[in-house]
T-cell receptor
Framework: DAGVTQSPTHLIKTRGQQVTLRCSPK?????VSWYQQALGQGPQFIFQ???????QRGNFPDRFSGHQFPNYSSELNVNALLLGDSALYLC???????????FGPGTRLLVL | GDSVTQMEGPVTLSEEAFLTINCTYT??????LFWYVQYPGEGLQLLLK?????DKGSNKGFEATYRKETTSFHLEKGSVQVSDSAVYFC?????????????FGKGTKLSVKP
């Protein structure tokens, strides 16, 4: 049973560019959440997707957007990258009827 | 808003020492509480959880008890191993109110020396 997978594992971009990160949830899971983990900090909630719609959003600007596909996989898009967007981006999935979330290994984004 | 506070790290222990990592929370509802562990270069793994007051979560020798009266969920292990070296995160999830997104503490780095 595959767990949550994310791609790519590492990414280097320059300021002002755009980036897309991808996530495949654990088998049987239909809800996907994205978190940003800055170096030395705990993860911060970005948004959650269910039934292809954004169900809830944390305190992140509109430069952060997402999408969920019919197969429950998800993308996180960040436009106009800033140096401060450098972080580990974590995807987590769960069944909508259960509260325990399972995390992927993350994508480490470096903005130069 | 809801929040989680963890003891500052890093924590350095010798192998077989007793471990306590303190965690307290603030929440308006009735949250579930979690401990996640992050090994170097990896994502988060669920270590244990408790969903209501007085519940005890346990896994791999780690334990934590949901204390509503002190709003705490301290992580303990009787005898740590070198392989326990990692960053530990306390988190809450107000499933009913916020549909399950997690609020994390800042993490506590544990180093266990042989």
């Amino acid at each position: 049973d595959a767990g949550v997978t994310q791609s790519p594992t590492h990414l280097i971009k320059t300021r002002g560019q755009q980036v897309t990160l991808r996530c495949s949830p654990k088998s049987g899971h239909d809800t996907v959440s994205w978190y940003q983990q800055a170096l030395g900090q705990g993860p911060q909630f970005i948004f959650q997707y269910y039934e292809e719609e954004e169900r809830q959003r944390g305190n992140f600007p509109d430069r952060f957007s997402g999408h969920q596909f019919p197969n429950y996989s998800s993308e996180l898009n960040v436009n106009a990258l800033l140096l401060g967007d450098s972080a580990l981006y974590l995807c987590a999935s769960r069944k909508t009827t259960q509260e325990t979330q399972y995390f992927g290994p993350g994508t480490r984004l470096l903005v130069l | 808003g809801d929040s989680v506070t963890q003891m500052e790290g890093p924590v350095t222990l010798s192998e077989e020492a007793f471990l306590t990592i303190n965690c307290t929370y603030t929440a308006t509802g009735y949250p579930s509480l979690f401990w996640y562990v992050q090994y170097p270069g990896e994502g988060l793994q669920l270590l244990l959880k408790a969903t209501k007051a007085d519940d005890k979560g346990s896994n791999k020798g780690f334990e934590a008890t949901y204390r509503k009266e002190t709003t705490s969920f301290h992580l303990e292990k009787g005898s740590v191993q070198v392989s326990d070296s990692a960053v530990y995160f306390c988190a809450l999830s107000d499933y009913g109110g916020s549909q399950g997104n997690l609020i994390f503490g800042k993490g506590t780095k544990l180093s266990v020396k042989p």
